[in-house]
């Protein structure tokens, strides 16, 4: 069989424009799956940094106007670096400015999100259907996430796609939700509002657009998929996808070594690996000088590097800010995002100057180093879908304390009983969501610090655990080539040929 011809779509792509994992993933899979021999392109909303980065650029198509822009052309090139292909639409008036990808610079999303979003969706299937580049029509069109949902909902409506329609949930927390009134503004079918479409309680929901009109849903860990199908979990979609229970899998992410690699990282104090780790000594020591914690080599140091909401189960951490005290740990924590955490974790470094520093920034190379210098991360998630924070902590021997959730379930062994004794053990798990459980987990990490070898074991253990996008490649090259067979013997999927597209709006290249 020819290497598969497969376009991702995503709404950010490390290291130009990231608010979080989604940026690092839509980086390193499309380029992993270049390396397993496929032909992995990305498309792209041209963001400044994005459209400024694309190399070689050239134009594949111009149109408008649509969704308000008057002017959208359709750059095709290389990202630098990892040497991706990548489509970038250039819409300066819908994404050509400062601020963030989804809101402004003051955390308010963007009013015309709708236009920004449905616009990459329309695009995504236009060129699935070979309208927009004569010389190359993808045979998989893999949408992740809300941003990229309409993907699948214009592709499954238009007459010429044949790609298989591939969604990926990255996080349910955030659904695309819009005014059903703005759902003229789509040109879809009137049928595609019913709530077997984009409908959900009276809005207009871009992911339902992905989850009921993808010929196979993802999420980026199998105990994610499962928890997805739960009330606890589904952020209520649950009961859309366990109507597609039948086409939904979990894929657990990867970990870029290029990027993240304590033996190659220009971040760091000093190198090291897992049968050298006298550098990591080294790093711990830059680590408390940089963030003006006491200079003590045997006290454990827990870090955090995260974005501040209540997914990640920040509110535990303060809660159980006593039982941290009492056990004698340092707490370093990165991040950005809710006021009211930020305010709460000032407050606790504040108290405890020596004991807790709080860089409320974002940071790349800062997140490098803290990983580093720390004896563990500290990922106390209420939910995580993958989550690879705590797999850059395995990797730079950080060991990673999490809760029984998602990726985290997926990646981390505890360590007690007889994964302990047998050397199988990467870290500390625990399951209620409260910071007495917490505390009790930090009281188990702090005895096992106190045992040097069992701990260095852990370490190397730990560290050499390979979490490597290759593995998360073939899995998805094998659903790629179940799917593709699949749809091209006919699928399930909803009927939307009377779909009707934006009138007047092609140009001329
Ligand atoms: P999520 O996607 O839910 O935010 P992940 O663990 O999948 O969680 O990915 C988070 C990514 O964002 C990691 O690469 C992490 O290092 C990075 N990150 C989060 N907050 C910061 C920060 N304040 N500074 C630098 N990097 C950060
Ligand atoms: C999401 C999830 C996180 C996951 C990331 C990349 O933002 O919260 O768990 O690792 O996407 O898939």
Redesign the pocket.
């Known amino acids: 069989m020819r290497a598969p011809k497969l376009l991702h779509v995503a709404a950010e792509v490390?290291p130009f424009v990231?608010?979080?994992?989604?940026?690092?993933?839509a980086a390193a899979l499309p380029a992993a799956l270049g390396r397993a021999g496929a032909d992995a392109r990305l498309l792209l909303p041209g963001l400044p940094a994005i459209a400024e980065a694309l190399q070689q650029p050239r134009t594949v198509f111009r149109f408008g106007p649509l969704f308000g822009a008057a002017r959208i052309t359709l750059l095709f090139g290389h990202l630098p670096g990892s040497g991706v292909p990548a489509y970038v639409i250039d819409a300066p008036y819908l994404y050509r400015r400062g601020g963030g990808p989804y809101q402004d610079a003051s955390g308010t999303a963007w009013p015309d999100n709708l236009q920004r979003f449905a616009l990459l969706g329309w695009v995504a299937a236009h060129l699935a259907a070979g309208e927009l580049d004569e010389a190359w029509t993808p045979d998989v069109l893999h949408a992740h996430d809300w941003h990229a949902g309409l993907a699948c909902t214009y592709a499954k409506g238009h007459p010429a796609t044949a790609a298989a329609l591939l969604f990926t949930v990255?996080?349910l927390a955030f659904q695309g939700l819009f005014a059903t009134v703005d759902f003229p503004q789509l040109a879809l079918p009137a049928s595609t509002l019913d709530s077997h479409g984009l409908e959900f309680h009276g809005q207009l929901s871009f992911m339902k657009g992905g989850l009921q009109f993808a010929d196979r849903i993802t999420t980026?860990s199998p105990t994610h998929a499962r928890e997805i199908a739960t009330p606890e979990f589904g952020f209520g979609l649950d009961g859309v996808i366990r109507s597609r229970q039948a086409v939904v899998s979990g894929i657990l992410?990867g970990v870029d070594y290029d990027v993240?690699n304590p033996a190659r990282d220009p971040a760091l104090a000093a190198p090291y690996d897992a049968e050298h780790i006298d550098g990591k000594v080294r790093c711990k020591q830059a680590l408390q000088h940089e963030l003006r914690l006491a200079p003590e080599a045997n006290t454990p140091l827990l870090a955090m590097?995260?974005?501040?909401?209540p997914?990640?189960g920040v509110d535990l951490v303060l809660g159980a800010m006593g039982p941290l005290q009492a056990c004698g740990v340092q707490l370093a924590v990165?991040?950005?995002g809710d006021p009211g955490l930020e305010a709460a974790l000032r407050e606790a470094a504040r108290t405890h100057p020596s004991r807790v520093a709080v860089?409320?920034?974002?940071?790349?190379a800062?997140?490098?180093r803290m990983?580093a210098g720390a004896d563990a991360m500290l990922?106390p998630?209420r939910f995580?879908?993958?989550?690879?924070?705590?797999?850059?902590g395995l990797r730079y021997g950080a060991l990673p304390l999490v809760r029984r959730v998602g990726?985290l379930a997926d990646t981390v062994v505890d360590a007690a009983g007889p994964a302990l004794r047998e050397g199988r053990a990467t870290g500390f798990v625990f399951d209620a969501a409260t910071p007495a459980a917490l505390g009790r987990t930090v009281e188990r990490l702090v005895a096992l610090y106190r045992q040097p070898a069992a701990w260095r074991a852990a370490m190397h253990t730990a560290m050499t655990r390979d979490f490597s996008w290759d593995h998360a490649a073939r899995d998805y090259l094998a659903l790629y080539r179940d799917t593709i067979a699949r749809s091209a013997g006919g699928t399930d999927a909803a009927d939307l040929s009377g779909a009707v597209h934006p009138a007047g709006t092609r140009g001329t290249t």
């Open positions: 490390f990231k608010t979080g994992g989604l940026g690092d993933v990255h996080n980026v992410n993240w590097v995260s974005r501040l909401t997914q990640k990165v991040g950005t860089r409320l920034v974002y940071d790349e800062l997140a490098h990983v990922v998630s995580e879908p993958c989550g690879l924070t705590q797999m850059y990726g």
